[in-house]
C-alpha cells in the first residue's frame, strides 16, 4: 500500500501549474515581440473622405471595428491624433503622392498631396509601393528609434536610455559582486553556525523580501540627502547651492540596486562554496598551501559557476527595477550621458535616463495614444534583449567554465 497517497495528485497539479506559467510566460514574450515590432513597422498614410467634413489625411495608428485612429501630426512635442467613428467614414484611399514631412525639432507634417519645401523639410511618401523604398522606410524607423537623441519633450531615440541603463548594471555588478562573494565565503568558510551566523541568514532572507521601492526611500535618505549632502559641502562648496552629489544621480542608483541585489548574490555564492568536495580543501592544505592560498588558488575556481549564476540573477533583478530609479536618479530626460570620451570618463553624479522609465513615461503621461503605447512596447523589448544580452553573455561564460572544469576532473 502506499504510505504517500497524496503525491500523485500533487504531482500532477504541480506539473499543471508548471505548463501554466510557461504558457503564461510566452504569452508575454509574445505579446511584447509582437508590440515592439509593430511599434517599429511603417504605417500606410490614408486619405479619408468624412461626411460633412473635408477630407482628413493622417498615418494609420490603429484600425478596429468601429474605429480608426490616425496620426495627423506632431508640434512642440505634442502628438496630434485622431479617432474617427467607421459610421462618418465615406471612404478610404491611399495616394502615392501623400507624404509625412519631418524635421531635426521632431515636428511631423502630414499632407495629401504633398506640398512641403523640402530644402525645409525630410519628406517621406509611406504609400510607396515598392519593396525596397518600404525596406528602406523600415530600416530608418529603426534607426531613428535606436540612435536618434532623446528630447526634452520625451519624443526621440533611446539610445541614452539604452547607454545609462547598460552603465547602471555595469556599475551595479561591480559595486555588489565582489562584496556579495566576500561575504558568501565568509559564512561557508569561517563563520560556522552559531546564533549570529542563522541571524544573519534570516536577516538576508527578509532583506530579499523588501520591496524594490523601501531601497529608493533609503537611497533618498541616506544616500542622496545623507552621504550626497556631506560630499558637497566637503568636496563641492564652491557650487553650492546647486547641488552635485545631494541629487539623484548614477552613483546612488547603483549603489540602491547594489543593496537590492546583495541578499541574492550571497545567498548563491554561500550555496556555491559549501558545493565544493571538502576533498579539495583537504588536498590543497595537505600539499602546503595556506588557507589564502586554498580559497584563490582552488575554492574560487571550483566554485566559478555559482559565482556567475549569481551574477546572471543579479543582472536580471536589476534591469528590471524602476521604483527605486525614480527617487534616486532616473530622469525623462537627460542632457549629457553619464559617460563621456572626456577625464574623468564616468559621471557619478549625474542623472541618467533608463529603459524601464521610458516604458514608464511612454505608457502613462502620453494620453493613452496607440503610437505612444506602440513605441512603449518596442522600449519593452529592447529592454527584453538587453537584459537576454547581458544574461546570454554571462551564461556563455559559465558554460565555459564548467566544461573545462569537467575536463580536468579526474
Known amino acids: 500500500m502506499n504510505p504517500y497517497p497524496w503525491r500523485g495528485p500533487l504531482s500532477r497539479l504541480t506539473g499543471g501549474l508548471l505548463v501554466l506559467l510557461l504558457a503564461g510566460f510566452l504569452l508575454v514574450g509574445m505579446s ?28 494609420l495608428l490603429q ?18 491624433w485622431q479617432r474617427l467613428p467607421r459610421e462618418q467614414v465615406m471612404s478610404i484611399s491611399e495616394p502615392t503622392a501623400a507624404c509625412a514631412a519631418s524635421n531635426a525639432e521632431g515636428e511631423l507634417l502630414v499632407q495629401s498631396p504633398c506640398t512641403a519645401d523640402p530644402q525645409r523639410w525630410q519628406l517621406a511618401f509611406p504609400n510607396d509601393g515598392r519593396w525596397l523604398a518600404g525596406l528602406g522606410r523600415w530600416y530608418d524607423s529603426l534607426r531613428n528609434f535606436l540612435l536618434a537623441p532623446a528630447r526634452a519633450d520625451g519624443q526621440g531615440g533611446i539610445s541614452a536610455a539604452l547607454v545609462g541603463t ?6 551595479m555588478t561591480l559595486l555588489v559582486l565582489p562584496f556579495g562573494v566576500a561575504v558568501g565565503l565568509y559564512l561557508a568558510e569561517f563563520a560556522g553556525t552559531t546564533r549570529h551566523t542563522r541571524w544573519l ?14 531601497y529608493g526611500l533609503v537611497g533618498l535618505g541616506l544616500f542622496v540627502h545623507g552621504f550626497g549632502h556631506q560630499i558637497d559641502q566637503w568636496f563641492h562648496a564652491d557650487r553650492l547651492p546647486s547641488p552635485t552629489y545631494a541629487s539623484g544621480g548614477l552613483l546612488w542608483a547603483s549603489l540602491v540596486l547594489a543593496l537590492l541585489t546583495l541578499p541574492l548574490v550571497v545567498v548563491v555564492s554561500e550555496q556555491g562554496f559549501r558545493r565544493v568536495p571538502g576533498g579539495l580543501r583537504e588536498a ?18 571550483a566554485a566559478r559557476p555559482a559565482l556567475l549564476t549569481a551574477l546572471i540573477l543579479a543582472i536580471a533583478r536589476a534591469s528590471a527595477e524602476v521604483a527605486p530609479l525614480l527617487l534616486v536618479g532616473a530622469v525623462r530626460y537627460a ?20 529603459l524601464g522609465y521610458r516604458v514608464l513615461d511612454l505608457a502613462t503621461s502620453a494620453g493613452g495614444h496607440t503610437l505612444a503605447v506602440q513605441q512603449a512596447f518596442a522600449c519593452a523589448l529592447a529592454l527584453l534583449l538587453l537584459v537576454l544580452a547581458l544574461n546570454g553573455a554571462a551564461i556563455y561564460a559559465r558554460a565555459i567554465l564548467r566544461l573545462r572544469h569537467e575536463k580536468l576532473s579526474p
Open 63 to 80: 484600425t478596429e471595428v468601429t474605429h480608426l485612429d490616425l496620426l495627423t501630426g506632431i508640434d512642440a512635442g505634442r502628438v496630434r
Open 201 to 214: 541568514r534570516q536577516v538576508l532572507a527578509q532583506l530579499a523580501a523588501i520591496p524594490s521601492v523601501v
Open 335 to 354: 542632457a549629457q550621458l553619464p559617460i563621456s570620451t572626456e577625464a574623468p570618463f564616468l559621471h557619478l553624479e549625474r542623472p541618467f535616463m533608463h
Open 284 to 301: 590543497s592544505l595537505a600539499l602546503g598551501a595556506t588557507r589564502s592560498e586554498t580559497i584563490f588558488g582552488v575554492l574560487l575556481p
Open 166 to 171: 547598460f552603465v547602471l548594471v555595469l556599475l
Open 32 to 59: 511584447v515581440l509582437l508590440g515592439g515590432v509593430a511599434g517599429l513597422a511603417p504605417r500606410p498614410l490614408l486619405q479619408v473622405e468624412l461626411r460633412d467634413q473635408p477630407p482628413l489625411a493622417g498615418l
